[in-house]
Structures are given as C-alpha cells and as structure tokens.
C-alpha cells in the first residue's frame, strides 16, 4: 500500500476523516488507477479553513470502485459517484467526467466519463474549486484557483456565462462564497451572472435556500444580502423586499447573532423579515421551503415580537412583568430566550431593542414554572379533583392556573392550585 502522506497534507482536518480518505485513495492507486482529493476540500485546506467532508476523484469507472471497497453505496453511478464507507467517515468517489446537454439550466442530461484530470476540473464552477490534490502534495491547479485565492478573487472557470448557464445555483454560490469568504466577484464572472440571472427561475428552491441558509449562518451575511440586492437577483430567490440595508436596524443586527447554534441562523431570518417589514411571513417562508420545524420557529419569533411590542407601552412594572410572563407561556420559553438573543443582536448593532434585556432575563429565570408540563397540577388531577367530566372549559382554566403559578401568584402546589380552581368555577360559574 502506498505511504500515506495525509498528515502533512491535512492540516484543518479532523485526522480520521483525512486517514479515511487516503486510504481511500491508496487503494484505488493500489490497483493502479489516479485519484485525488478535490473541490471544495482542496479549497478549504488551501485557505486554512476547517474541513469537514472530502470529496475524491478518481480515472476508475464507477462499477470498478464499487468492486474495490467493502462498504460501499452505489449513491449515483449513472453520474459517476459512489459512496464509500471508511473509518467511520461517507467519501465521495467520482470518476472524472465531462457533463452535456444542460437544457434546464439545473443539470446535466449526459455525462461522459474522461480520463484525464484536467478535463474534468475544466467542467467545474469556479477556479478555488477547480483544484485537485494528490497524495503527495502535489496541487493539480491548472485554472490558477490558488492564485485567485490569494487574491481574493471568485472567478469562473472559462466563460462564464456558459458556467452559469449549465447551473444557476452557481450564481448565489457566486454570492455566497463571496460573502463569507469576503471575497470579490470578477468583474466578468458579476457581468455574467447580471446577463444570466433570470434562469435562477428554473433552480429548486431548496437549492437556493441551502444556499441562502449558508450566507445567512456565514460571518458577513450582509454583504450577501447586498450582492443579491445589487445583483437585482431578490425577484428570483423570492426575497423579501423593499430590503433597505443598513438603514434598518434589524437588518444591521443580523451579523450580531451569534452562531452558537443551529437555531440562530433562523433568529437571522426573523430579523431579515422584521427588517423588511413583511405584514405576513407565512406565504413567504413557504415558498422558501421551510421544514416545518424552522417554519413554526421564525413565526414564534415574529409573533412575540409583535404581542410584546404592540402590548407593552404605557404599563407599569408590574403589568409588564405579566405580560412578559404571558408571552414567554404562549411561546415557550426556549423561543423566548431566541427572541432575548434576538433583542441583544439590535443592541449590540446600536439598536434599541423592544424589551429592558437584563430585566426580562431576570423575570424569565424567576419563573417557578415555566410550562403546563411543570405545573403541579395535571388535568387528570383537576378533573378528579372538581369531580366533574373534561370539556372545553379545562383549557382556559389550567392556562390561568399556570399564569398564577408562573408569576408567583399562587405557589406550584397541587392543593393550593385545586383551592383556586374551585375558586374560579363557582366565581365564574363555569
Ligand atoms: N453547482 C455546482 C456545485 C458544485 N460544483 C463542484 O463540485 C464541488 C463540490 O460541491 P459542493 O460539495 O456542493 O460544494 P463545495 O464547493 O464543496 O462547498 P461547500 O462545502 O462550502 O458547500 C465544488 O467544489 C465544485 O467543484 C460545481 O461545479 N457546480
């Protein structure tokens, strides 16, 4: 087996993911066929960043890597790729190719498999990820990507206008390298994708959103939103405008997020929204193709927002503690805490946020009960205790128990909480 020289190579690597993947490659060179690291590891190495996945590529034909490994998935061979399975980490083979007949502006109809390296760099979006890396060191870079990294430069490969056309998803990648690599755009690559733009309308938009979600989560997503407004590009990724940038301070508090986790990016999304006013949010996150999930999150965002700040003004402490307490019931306290990050973003960006932050954390932390689930009371208990069947009329009821007890009203005490209830029913008459 050939000498494995990874960890020289990889420096931003995690070391199993580099050992898997040059074993990947001595095997295959092992029964004397080329291969190399490529794309957007090779960049990413280049440029000192993390690298998470490794993608190879290799003159082996697809059906003669899949004979090579063990675990091994046949992932798309009709393209080329297989998946192989090796110290734990899922690596990318695919055989070097040349693609045809991009007749939807999405992806090829034909791809033909080539044996040399260079022809199948050539087909690739842009220079940076046009590089190849062999077990010895040695950069296959024959588009200059290293130089344009080094100059902080995005440019295509070839002409541009037939790289976009073969795929405009390459243009908001265009946008979204530049954005969080703080790169500039060549000036015939800009010129390409301003002539190209409106094929964007024939690109999934899943696509476009998984690129959206990775400048938006990205340290300058303001440049991004910029390059997509300058680009005019908004109409065909369904962005929601009038954007007007800097002037908005939600806008300018997207970059304050910080990206803990996974949930901030959409704390950035509430605040793009909020910044650009949008009177309903719904139609709009579902034409972005929002799971469910991220959907429910920024709609609860948004929400709080307005019940805090149209409910708020003019209330004296006490009030606005309720009210508070209110809120954090209706949304859950983990959106709650997304909306406080959310305030502190306008904060840290020079805004005023909507709420006192350190007063509304004080009043969160000093919840005794949070949600129904830590209320001493369950609606089973309730009914045994009133001695009465369940109907329409327990909701409302447990809802004013929980505010009771989350305010520090009524302790979180079963009996104490059955008193008041009993209280209610024959007050109330229910
Ligand atoms: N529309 C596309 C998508 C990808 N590629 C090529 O396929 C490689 C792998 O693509 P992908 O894994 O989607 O992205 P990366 O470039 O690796 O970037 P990132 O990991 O940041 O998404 C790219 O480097 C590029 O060479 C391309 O030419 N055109």
Known sequence: MAELHNNTIWKHADKDLADGSAQVISILQGEGHEAFWVGGCVRDEYMGRTVNDMDITTNALPEVTLSLFEKVIPTGMKHGTVTVLMHGHAYEVTTYRIEKGYEDHRRPSEVEFVDDIEK?????????????????????????????????????????????????????????????????IAKDTWAALLEQRSTLGWVAMERIRT???????????????????????????????????????????????????????????????????????????????????????????LQLQEAWTENSEGLTSEQARLLWIRCVLIAGEPIAALWLELQQAVQTAGGTPAVDIPQARAWLSGMPVKSLRELALTGDGLLSAVGRRGGPWMK???????????????????????????????????
């Open 396 to 430: 409302p009821l447990l809802s004013h128990l929980l505010l009771l007890a989350a305010s520090g009203q009524v302790g979180n005490d079963t009996t104490l909480l059955i008193e008041e209830a009993k209280r209610v029913i024959i007050d109330e008459g229910i």
């Open 211 to 301: 690129e959206l979600d990775k400048l938006m989560s990205g340290p300058d997503p303001l440049r991004g939103l910029e390059l997509i407004r300058e680009g005019r590009l908004y109409e065909h990724v369904k962005m929601p405008f009038p954007y007007r940038g800097h002037q908005s301070a939600y806008i300018s508090a997207i970059p304050a997020v910080r990206m803990s986790s996974p949930e901030q990016v959409d704390v950035r999304y509430a605040l793009l929204l909020l910044g650009c006013r949008i009177p309903s949010s719904t139609p709009l996150l579902r034409q972005w193709t929002f799971s469910n999930r991220r959907m429910e999150l920024i709609k609860k965002l």
């Open 120 to 184: 199948d760099l050539r087909r690739r979006d842009f220079t940076m990820n046009a590089m190849a890396l062999a077990m010895d060191g040695r950069f296959v870079d024959p588009f200059g990507g290293r130089s344009d990294i080094d100059d902080r430069l995005i440019r295509c490969v070839g002409d541009p206008k037939v790289r976009f056309q073969e795929d405009a998803l390459r243009m908001i990648r265009c946008i979204r390298f530049a954005s969080n690599f703080g790169f500039m």
